[in-house]
């Protein structure tokens, strides 16, 4: 499947849409659409991959995503049963209705953050979460009313981190969509193994140089760089589903456990042990 736009039904006249519980586990959907999408996922520890970042969540996650900006199914690789919920509010809801309304320029606010990309933690994610569960059953007039009660929630909401230092700006055209996609799916599918700068380099087609230039450009990361911060957010979730350091190392592509420790703390600001320590904890 390639890396696409994803287009809704222009003929409902609602500002929102709701997939519940969409399954898209088998799939490696890497896309981007105009909407705004907050996506509630229960019931599974997987990657978290939203425009240039990327991470591992445990057991849920909230996330609110802006405007274009090309993200992963929060559910790819998923083998627990869990359940999802995806919102998805079309643009005009921002520019034609809170923009004009005085009473609700804090939603503004939010969706302005949302292009960095917010993960929402603590309460709120339970809170938010069980409200989106509910949504399905409700008629249209309680679903818009509880749909508004749910962003005033997360306008409020102290408990969040932004995804990016700076606005995520989707500067791909669709032939880079689909190189970029090409790219991570190979990364997906063999980061245990050891794979080449020149490998990749002859997957697009391009000289080694210039695929270092282009991949630089389109994701503000050195390839080395970008498949150890993919390797790295596996070896947490390998480190908090009970493996040892060893073993998560090792199972994630690194050659040595030197290299593997100096690339942690490089990412993370701190060492594997102390990683799992601190999250277990929890």
């Not at 701190?270 to 601190?278: G, I, V």
Request: glycine share 4%.
């Amino acid at each position: 499947m390639k890396i696409q736009l994803e287009t809704f039904d222009q003929q409902s006249k609602s500002p929102f849409l709701l997939l519940h519980d969409p399954k898209l586990s088998d799939l490696f959907y890497w896309h981007f659409h105009p909407e705004f999408e907050l996506v509630y996922i229960e019931g599974a520890s997987a990657t978290r991959h939203v425009g240039n970042h990327i991470s591992s969540y445990k057991e849920s996650d909230l996330v609110l995503i802006g405007s274009n900006i090309p993200h992963l199914n929060f559910d790819h690789g998923v083998t627990t049963t869990y359940q999802k919920e995806v919102l998805h509010i079309k643009p005009y809801f921002k520019t034609d209705f809170i923009q004009k309304t005085p009473e609700l320029q804090s939603l503004e606010h939010l969706l302005e953050l949302s292009k960095y990309g917010i993960a929402f933690f603590g309460n709120t994610k339970k809170e938010v979460g069980e409200l989106l569960k509910t949504l399905y059953t409700l008629t249209p007039f309680d679903f818009f009313m509880r749909v508004i009660n749910i962003l005033k929630l997360l306008s409020q909401s102290k408990e969040f981190e932004l995804l990016h230092k700076k606005p995520f700006v989707n500067k791909y055209n669709k032939k880079e969509q689909d190189r970029i996609r090409t790219i991570y799916a190979l990364i997906d599918e063999r980061y245990q193994e050891k794979i080449s700068v020149d490998e990749v380099a002859q997957l697009c087609n391009l000289t080694k140089p210039a695929f270092c230039r282009y991949f630089k450009k389109a994701t503000g990361s050195t390839f080395i760089g970008f498949l150890n911060q993919y390797r790295i957010s596996q070896a947490k979730r390998l480190l908090l589903s009970g493996k040892n350091i060893t073993e998560a190392c090792y199972a994630c592509g690194f050659e040595s456990m030197s290299y593997f420790n100096r690339t942690f703390r490089k990412i993370t600001d701190e060492n594997p042990s102390d990683f799992k320590k601190r999250y277990l904890k929890n």
